[in-house]
């Protein structure tokens, strides 16, 4: 087992050092000079010559990188040429936002779905079955902009119970800043929930066939007990691979639903750093996803391992 | 009072009839066998007992045990009857064990879920009982894993999972149909020695008669859901006086007239087999070192003149489809030389081995598993045409097809018809015709009637001797069933670890074997006509 938890962790960091190098090659070949940029086009040659020099872009391209990557172990992450402040505080503010948001949705989702799904597949075929699966479908045909607007209808405007949008910060206190992520969450967690809802049920109903669900119904445990001691687990790993998946969705890719509640989020800050060319800004960020998906993978990796014997290691 | 009475059951799922009037009676200490062919209700007779059948179902008529009337009881009454008075087996044990739980843990749910015992008690008893299933905690910890267990260690895990708290009795659905002779003797053994010990009733399922008649004490024939005939084994199995008794003792010892090869003078060998190894790389050991690897096959000769039939006998893991697969050219030989029709099949392209595909198929084990259920059967059958030179026309395929179909015993109007729309045994006539579309000189099948009834066996066992007679198509037959092998094969040879241990005519090796190996396959193959002289004798 330790040898297979240190094979993953080799394996993720192989990816890591991997993803930063095609994430700095990528950034070589767009189009455009950060210097000129930042000087602005009035600039004269000189100007922009001296400025490349001061920022190291006249050095070879693998000191650059290695002075890049170098600085990221450090959590260096260069200077926003736009904002004009350390790139790490920008990306921290927004993570302290997003990060809390993707928890929040996903806890929503994971305790709404799992649960829904279990029941569904335990009542396969009759009317709960078909209700909850209805449900389902509705929440993930249903825009998550539209039900973010339709929250803020019901919560904000008519009973007035959390504010519409926009973010105290953490400084304003844990309750009103929790208060100001809550809608958002909700609105966020509705399709992933929907989403996690029907694959836990397809997984559990497959695993409800098996051969041993009926051996253990014959060592004469009730239906419920067979259902949370046996099958569960069994049917855990899909749903491990979706909620890794949704996880690192909910890191990045809540621009839409950010926009709607004005949160300043990891989201909107890659989209601007795109539209203006800040490209510091955008690797950063980049890096920080890339990251992020990675050691989810990996704690999903681990989880398979830990739910399911044959999974650990030596073969 | 009988220990179990099962008297006028009826039983219709989802409004389909599936049992009706079934009278089954065990009393304690006694087996009695359900046999019957795929279909005819004898695990939905069981699962009745057990009243784990669907929610759609419904049930009429009584069971009665042990003075408790199954029928009526209230579900929790069932879930203390179950795992403690009566013990199930099921026939897959591949499937039947929960894979993310330790065979200690499953062992011991059972024992803690009717005896109020403590943690540690629970598992001393587990560590008895799979001591005597043969699974000593020593060799076999409790903290194993079913998929570190073999098919036939398993099948005693779930077998200690039925008969843990010691149960009046033990329903064992095809306990041994996916072993092996030698494995399925051991398992019968210990469910024989466990109904003694401790006066169990057991109620045996199984579609093989002679398994049955070794075993049991009384018999129930089941036919369409209905009993057809029961009584005494021996006397239900010597007189058949029932018409579909006879029909079933008559396809189970059926041995297709066939001529026996009489090789041409001289003829080259069709298929030449010269010491082949295939060696698989052993488990890693650490970071860079490997452990010695395992011989699959090791120093296999072999040689099949046109038109022979070889049958290629050993009990599962002895590396048999291992060979085959080599010889099939679908797997490399780590040494040795394969000539097939005078070509060297090892290290050559694709395209090089079409003209030697074209000349050599293969039938499998599973009619059901192994064909595209969207495809026609047409299109099923046709599919080995693309190995010819020529691409034939439309009508010349369907042309082809219809003469194949004819040959193996369908219907030209069935091209047009979906698997699912064939019985078991239709589709291996299916999966025949597929085979001998290109005209092949030798045909490789794998276990090719293990997963048939009787009665269809019988009849596929016919097919492939009339196909060897007309069209003199050769073949290798791959089994660990000596009745198939005795039924349709010239010649033998016995494979164990590997090897080849023995060869020889067919008749002779299996009436007087001399390898170990292969004495051990004929001891432990069950037989009908020896298990009813036994039984007869015992009577006096």
Known sequence: M??????????????????????????????????????????????????????????????????????????DFGRSYTYSVEVSELVGERLAVSLPLALISLGLSTLVAIPLGIYAASRRGKTADAVSMGAAQIGMAMPNFWFALLLIY????????????????????????????????????????????????SAMVEVLGQDYIRTARAKGMTARSVLWRHALRNALIPVLTILGMQFAFLLAGTIIVENVFYLPGLGRLVFQAISQRDLVVVQSVVMLLVAAVILVNLLVDLSYALVDPRLRGNR | MSLLDIENLSLDIGGTPILRDIDITVEAGEIVGLVGESGSGKSMTALSVMRLLPDTARLGGRITFDGIDILSAPESAMCALRGDDIGMVFQEPMTALNPVKTIGEQVAEGIRLHRRVSRAEAEAQTSTILDRVGLPTQKFPLSRYPHQLSGGQRQRVAIAIACALKPKLLIADEPTTALDVVLQAQILDLLRELVSENRMGLLLISHDLAVVTAMADRIAILRHGAVADAGQTERVLSQQTHPYTRQLVTAATHVPARMPHRPAEQAAPLLEVTEVSRLYPGPRQGWFGRSEPTRAVDRVSLILHPGQSIALVGRSGCGKSTLARMILALDAPTSGSIRFDGMELAGKSQAELR??????????????????????????????????????????????????????????????????????????????????????????????????????????????????????????????????????????LVMHDGRIVECGKTLDVLAAPQSEAAQALVSAAPDLHRALERRLREQG
Do not use: C
């Not at chain 2, 595209?372 to 099923?380: G, Y």
């Open chain 1, 2 to 75: 330790m040898t297979f938890v240190f094979k993953r962790v080799l394996f993720g960091l192989t990816t890591l050092v991997l993803a930063s190098a095609v994430v700095f090659a990528m950034l070589q070949v767009v189009p455009g000079d950060p210097a000129r940029l930042m000087l602005g086009m009035n600039a004269t040659e000189d100007q922009v010559q001296v400025l490349r020099e001061q920022m190291g872009l006249n050095q070879p391209l693998v000191l650059q990188y290695l002075d890049w990557a170098g600085g990221l172990l450090r959590l």
């Open chain 1, 154 to 201: 019901v919560f904000a405007v008519w009973l007035r119970l959390v504010p519409a949008g926009g973010f105290p910060g953490w400084s304003a206190g844990v309750w009103p800043a929790l208060k100001a992520l809550i809608l958002p969450a909700l609105a966020l967690a509705l399709p992933q929930a929907a989403i996690l809802a029907r694959v836990t049920r």
């Open chain 2, 355 to 492: 003209p030697a595909r074209r000349q050599m198929q293969v039938v499998f084990q599973d009619p059901y598993g192994s064909f595209d259920p969207r495809q026609t059967a047409e299109k099923l059958v046709a599919e080995p045409l693309y190995l010819l030179d020529a691409p034939l026309s439309r009508a010349e395929t369907r042309d082809t097809v219809a003469e194949a179909l004819h040959q193996v015993g369908l219907t030209p109007q069935d091209m047009e018809k979906y698997p699912h729309e064939f019985s078991g045994g239709q589709r291996q006539r299916l999966s025949i015709a597929r085979a001998i579309i290109t005209h092949p000189k030798l045909i490789v099948a794998d276990e090719p009637v293990s997963a048939l009834d009787v009665s269809i066996r019988a009849q596929i066992l016919d097919l492939f001797a009339d196909l060897n007679r007309r069209l003199g198509i050769a073949y290798l037959f791959i089994t660990h069933d000596l009745t198939v092998a005795r039924a349709v094969s010239d010649d033998v």
